[in-house]
């Protein structure tokens, strides 16, 4: 019988399988789509993200966390859950319908009424959805998941392309997400062996959502704060700056999202194993952070060293202006991971009220850099994001050390050695990339091994880390190279 240590290292390897090559596969289709729809085009697609974003959200209404937390969850449990999707997606999807037309008129875009209707069948297709997943993330089991998804992103991609070549711009990106979505849906589906019977419980409806609407609350109030950016810039400015604002945003995403993702999904459960012993959720919570803040430091600087030649060879010059954005906006992804994985701290422990303050402070403080894009432009926007993200990192430090004996300066003391040696890492790739006479492609090509090489160096003779040693003992195993 497995251990929770390798519950927990299976289910973080498929875990990152799932999210990196997932990503993998939709950046190189991102990439392609982005050669054939315009930058306005994209931009379209993120001025209504927020809407179905909330709506999905509202859907769940919490209850997944909820499901992930209990002990023992039963079949009433399972179906109450699922019914209750069902009833609340359907009703979600009916206000978008109904209010379509205000959007797009609000947003002086008539596209948008029909796209805001199509686009809100994502809460119909998820409201299936979500029981299956739980089922999967409570028995840690993400290598299913990651089939599942790495399927679902080969049938949309296809489908996405397809459809862009043949002329269906702004609607090729729609269908990229809701076929995804459906894939998913079908196959969760498929491989799962739980199906819903007819039956329903008002008392488990009222436990579940007593500790659910907590979650809820955090999950909205973490939605308007992720999508308020851009919503923002399509009101104030236009959709060639949400383009571009989207397109650099969704690069660092492939970074800082699917780390932090990764982490709640697999940090969750363990940590909710280990809830009343806090001496080892500290010890398991460290691990966690070093690794974290060692993968998201070095991708996310590495990134932004080398944005421009990356994004010409990637997507084209005419995406170049995106760049500028990209090396302000993946300074403020470096911490969402780990801001991501505190909250797992306080849900594992059942105190969801204590994830649903940080996140009213996290939205309140998303106010400022909204505020400096009234007044001022969207660059100065971007760097009081930067500012609000170090903010929000330190305040969910400062309540982990309450929640679990693992002070603030020991969390800032564990992560700095890794931005350090990133941040030199990422001057120096920035700075060869001056350097080089070339294409674009070459010009990328010396940056990544001058970073590759930077940072094996550092870590290999300067820094010893655990963490690093474990990253590489891994990929070399993978690779069947022996030291």
């Known amino acids: ?14 875990g990152f399988v799932d999210n990196f090559l997932g990503a993998g596969i939709t950046a190189v289709v991102s990439i392609i789509l982005a050669r054939i729809v315009s930058p306005e085009e994209f931009g379209l697609i993120g001025m209504i993200a927020i809407f179905t974003a909330l709506g999905n959200t509202l859907m769940d209404s919490g209850f997944s966390g909820a499901l992930i937390r209990k002990q023992e969850v039963t079949e009433k449990d399972l179906c109450t859950v699922f019914y209750t999707n069902l009833i609340i997606g359907a009703a979600i999807y009916a206000i978008l319908y109904f209010t379509a037309p205000l959007i797009a008129s609000y947003l002086n875009e008539e596209i948008l009424l029909p796209l805001v209707r199509v686009m809100g069948l994502s809460v119909i297709i998820l409201s299936f959805t979500q029981v299956q997943k739980v089922n999967f993330i409570r028995k840690i089991d993400f290598r299913t998941q990651a089939i599942i998804s790495l399927a679902a992103s080969l049938a949309s991609g296809a489908i996405s392309i397809w459809m862009a070549l043949k002329g269906w711009g702004v609607w090729s990106l729609a269908a990229q997400q809701l076929t995804k979505q459906g894939t998913t849906s079908i196959l969760l589906w498929v491989f799962s062996k739980w199906k819903p019977s007819l039956t329903f ?20 109030i973490s939605v308007i704060w992720n999508e308020i950016y851009s919503f923002a810039i399509g009101k104030l400015y236009n959709p060639l700056s949400v383009g571009y604002f989207a397109r650099a945003e969704k690069f660092k995403s492939m970074v800082t999202s699917n780390i932090g993702q990764v982490v709640q999904r697999v940090g969750y459960p363990v940590m909710s194993t280990i809830q009343d012993d806090p001496v080892r959720q500290v010890r398991v919570y460290r691990k966690i952070v070093r690794l974290t803040i060692l993968l998201t430091g070095t991708l996310v600087m590495g990134l932004l060293g080398c ?5 010409e060879v990637l997507i084209g010059t005419k995406w170049l202006p995106a760049g500028e954005y990209l090396r302000i906006l993946g300074l403020s992804g470096i911490f969402l991971p780990l801001i991501l994985g505190s909250v797992n701290v306080f849900n594992a422990n059942g105190k969801s009220s204590v994830t649903l303050t940080l996140e009213i402070i996290k939205t309140l403080l998303a106010a400022i850099p909204v505020t400096l894009g009234i ?4 660059k100065v926007m971007l760097w009081g994001m930067v500012g609000v993200s170090v903010v929000s990192y330190m305040v969910h430090a400062a309540f982990v050390s309450k929640e679990i004996p693992y002070t603030l300066w020991m969390q800032v003391k564990d992560i700095a050695p890794y931005i350090i040696i990133a ?8 700075y060869v990339g001056s350097l080089v006479q070339g ?11 001058t970073g590759f090489a930077i940072t094996v160096a550092s870590y290999e003779f300067v820094y ?20």
């Open 307 to 311: 944005a421009d030649a990356m994004i």
């Open 423 to 430: 941040s030199i890492m990422g001057l120096i790739v920035n």
């Open 201 to 220: 419980s008002f008392s488990s409806f009222g436990e579940m959502f007593s500790f659910g609407s907590k979650l809820l609350a955090c999950s909205l």
């Open 1 to 14: 019988m497995s251990t929770l240590k390798e519950k927990t290292a299976k289910g973080l390897g498929w």
């Open 439 to 449: 294409s674009a492609l070459l010009v990328l090509a010396v940056q990544l091994a």
């Open 375 to 378: 007044i001022y432009n969207i």
């Open 464 to 483: 010893k880390s655990e963490e690093y040693r474990d990253v590489r003992d891994q990929a070399l195993k993978v690779l069947r190279i022996k030291r």
